[in-house]
């Protein structure tokens, strides 16, 4: 790159550069006509600019965004986190059983996991911590590697609203089990933020328009991924279900809302999705609390009797 140079006999009288006062230069920005010596000019598509010319100058280019309003990025910072924390519980809940293929023996697994009595009892972080709990390194290893799979979802929305659509769907497949599941239900597994994934997933596909054959990949994988809920006996379709429906509307939210109104738009369908799971929450709880009486919450101690 080429730098100015001072014309030479013409030193007496000039001005002092705007960055250093005691060096006088007859060379000035292209840009703000600011004195400027050859060490604080950079040469620009015309002529040179001053150091903070060109500062200003790139604060002020818009980065290139996508359809959800995320600055583009090549690189997921979530997903990988996401799959440290769930591969980390699974380690700490064997090493608290002793066991790897029974780890839910472990008192650590029986206080997170998703359980309506507990719940109902104001237990209401299970619904959360229960998307951190697996049982057996099968289980954990297929949520982690099918939310490997979906990385570029965070991509798509950038981290908050990834975090957002990750976590209500987490919260969808766990109000879905508590309305409609019995009562009886112990759920765990990433499953229902994983097939929030997958509705996103979807929902970007139509969005961005993508070739048909896309967009039947996608179909063929979630009708692939229902019918295996259905047939193995102690998967929860539910938990699936939830998830699905919670991930496909919040993300519909984040790529559908308009440039000109893209914030509000998006909060709000955040804030409406909400809603509608605490009121799912607290319609249901009286409901659970009729079916059952806990001895010990904690250590899943109930008695079942539903009153007329």
Same mark, same amino acid.
């Given at each position: 790159?080429?730098?100015?140079?001072?014309?030479?006999?013409?030193?007496?009288?000039?001005?002092?550069?705007?960055?250093?006062?005691?060096?006088?230069?007859?060379?000035?920005?292209?840009?703000?006509?600011?004195?400027?010596?050859?060490?604080?000019?950079?040469?620009?598509?015309v002529g040179f600019q001053c150091v903070d010319c060109v500062r200003q100058g790139r604060s002020? &280019?818009?980065? =290139?965004?996508?359809?959800?309003?995320?600055?583009? /990025?090549?690189?997921?910072?979530?997903?990988? @986190?996401?799959?440290?924390v769930n591969v980390a519980m699974f380690v700490i809940? &064997?090493?608290? =059983?002793?066991?790897?293929?029974?780890?839910?023996? /472990?008192?650590?697994?029986?206080?997170?996991? @998703?359980?309506?009595?507990?719940?109902?009892?104001?237990e209401w972080w299970r619904t959360l911590t229960s998307g951190f709990l697996h049982?057996?390194?099968?289980?954990?290893?297929?949520?982690?590697?099918?939310?490997?799979?979906?990385?570029?979802?965070e991509l798509l929305l950038g981290r908050l609203r990834f975090a957002l659509v990750y976590f209500l769907s987490m919260l969808g497949g766990?109000?879905?089990?508590?309305?409609?599941?019995?009562v009886e239900t112990r759920s765990t597994g990433a499953s229902g933020a994983v097939y929030g994934m997958l509705g996103g997933l979807l929902v970007a596909v139509i969005r961005l328009k993508r070739?048909?054959?896309?967009?039947?990949?996608?179909?063929?994988?979630?009708?692939?991924?229902?019918?295996f809920s259905i047939s193995v006996p102690g998967i929860s379709l539910l938990a699936h279900l939830g998830g699905l429906v919670v991930g496909a509307v919040v993300t519909a939210g984040m790529v559908y809302a308009?440039?000109?109104?893209?914030?509000?738009?998006?909060?709000g369908t955040v804030v409406a999705v909400v809603v509608v799971l605490v009121a799912l929450f607290v319609v249901r709880t009286p409901q659970v609390k009729d079916q059952t009486f806990c001895v010990n919450p904690t250590t899943l101690e109930c008695y079942y009797a539903t009153r007329l």
């Open positions: 790159m080429s730098t100015p140079s001072e014309p030479t006999g013409t030193q007496a009288g000039l001005p002092a550069c705007v960055r250093h006062p005691g060096r006088q230069t007859g060379l000035r920005c292209t840009r703000c006509d600011r004195p400027a010596c050859p060490e604080c000019l950079v040469e620009a598509s002020e &280019v818009r980065r =290139a965004t996508t359809v959800a309003g995320a600055e583009l /990025s090549d690189k997921p910072v979530l997903v990988p @986190a996401l799959i440290a809940t &064997v090493a608290l =059983a002793r066991d790897l293929f029974n780890n839910q023996q /472990s008192e650590l697994f029986a206080a997170l996991l @998703a359980y309506a009595p507990s719940i109902a009892e104001g049982y057996g390194p099968l289980h954990v290893l297929v949520n982690c590697v099918a939310l490997w799979f979906l990385r570029d979802i766990s109000a879905t089990v508590y309305l409609f599941d019995a070739d048909k054959h896309v967009l039947m990949s996608v179909l063929g994988i979630i009708a692939l991924n229902i019918a308009p440039t000109a109104r893209r914030l509000p738009v998006q909060i």
